[in-house]
């Protein structure tokens, strides 16, 4: 079984431009969740998504940033008019059911602002 | 704020040593789990330790946890160098129906050769 699908694992940016981050679950998992992590920091929760739903967005700015999990194809995390600030590594994990239990990530996906 | 917090935030020792990492956490919760994340990829779960156990074992790994303190430990014994990472604690909210982890800073463990 393939694991947490996510591209691009880089993406350089300008300031003012858009990045679409994609993920796509493992196998059978419905339930998407997106972490930020600041370089020599912990992740940050974002949001937790199932198929078409948006669970929990406490973690993620009122502006510029939107996530979505459409029915067919993967998590898109989209942030509008970049700012340097929004350098991070992205990650996306993955679990199968609604118990909070492991998590299974992907390789995340680095954003560079310049 | 930040649910569980790691101590040390760097560790390095040789290898074959015992390494042990701790977790502190604030609030009630319904289990702890660990996770390594190597340097520039995605983090892999390592054991997941419920409110109601208080050690665990996997392979080389032991986890302790004292929800009377808010508390656990991550043991890891006979150190080899490809266990240098950085090693994460987190934890579920404890309330009915949370769903996300909120995860430590870490701890960068160093095995030197």
């Known amino acids: 079984n393939a694991g947490v699908m996510q591209n691009p694992r880089h993406l350089v940016r300008r300031r003012g431009q858009e990045a679409r981050l994609r993920c796509s679950p493992m196998k059978g998992h419905s339930h998407v969740y997106w972490y930020r992590q600041l370089p020599e920091e912990g992740l940050k929760f974002m949001v937790y998504?199932?198929?078409?739903?948006?669970?929990?967005e406490s973690g993620m700015p009122k502006e510029r940033f939107s996530a979505e999990f459409p029915k067919e194809g993967p998590s898109i995390l989209r942030i509008q008019q970049v700012v340097r600030g929004d350098s991070a590594a992205y990650f996306c994990?993955?679990?199968?059911?609604?118990?909070?239990?492991?998590?299974?990530f992907g390789e995340g996906s680095r954003l560079t602002v310049l | 704020s930040q649910q569980g917090e790691e101590d040390p935030q760097a560790l390095s020792i040789q290898e074959g040593e015992n390494a042990t990492m701790n977790c502190s956490y604030k609030?009630?919760?319904?289990?702890l789990q660990w996770y390594r994340q190597n340097s520039g990829r995605g983090l892999v779960h390592l054991i997941l330790?419920?409110?109601?156990?208080r050690e665990k074992h996997s392979g080389r790994l032991r986890v302790t946890l004292d929800t009377s303190k808010k508390s656990s430990s991550l043991l890891i014994t006979a150190s080899r160098a490809a266990d240098t990472a950085s090693y994460f604690c987190?934890?579920?909210?404890?309330?009915?129906?949370?769903?996300?982890?909120?995860f430590g800073q870490g701890t960068r463990l160093t095995i030197n050769p």
């Open positions: 994990a993955s679990s199968p059911g609604t118990t909070t239990g492991e998590l299974f």
């Open positions: 609030t009630s919760i319904n289990n």
């Open positions: 987190a934890t579920d909210a404890g309330i009915q129906g949370a769903q996300k982890l909120v």
């Open positions: 330790i419920r409110s109601n156990e």
């Open positions: 998504l199932q198929k078409e739903n948006i669970i929990d």
